[in-house]
């Protein structure tokens, strides 16, 4: 069992920033892989970014690269998404999820087994 616990988030103007974190119980953070998903109101819930066990590979959704980085610190069993230049579009919740597997891919919410409740970003024009 992994529980997370999400921080960070809030209210910010458009092309301002904000670090999300992630903190995950157990001792067992450093076999899971790790990813950040949002659902904004009305949608559907979207990979944002994910990172491997040891964070030698991450992996984004086309609309956030440049200006998202996800990162893990496994000392501190905490997993981060620095989040700049934000957008209007980037108002969601967001929540870190656990998995086992990277292969074949990342992305599907499916591929994850354990999830945070989520914390909400909110992006001012």
């Known amino acids: 069992q992994v529980q997370l616990v999400e921080s960070g988030g809030g209210l910010v103007q458009a092309g301002g920033s904000l670090r999300l974190s992630c903190a995950a119980s157990?001792?067992?953070?450093?076999?899971?892989?790790m990813g950040w998903f949002r659902q904004a109101p009305g949608k559907e819930r979207e990979f944002v970014a994910a990172i491997t066990r040891s964070g030698s590979s991450t992996e984004y959704t086309e609309s956030v690269k440049g200006r998202f980085t996800i990162s893990r610190d496994n000392a501190k069993n905490t997993v981060y998404l620095q989040m700049n230049i934000l957008k209007p579009e980037d108002t969601a919740v967001y929540y870190c999820a656990a998995g086992v597997s990277w292969y074949p891919t990342p992305r599907p919410s499916g591929s994850y087994d354990y999830w945070g409740q989520g914390t909400q970003v909110t992006v001012s024009s």
């Open positions: 157990g001792r067992r953070f450093s076999t899971y892989v």
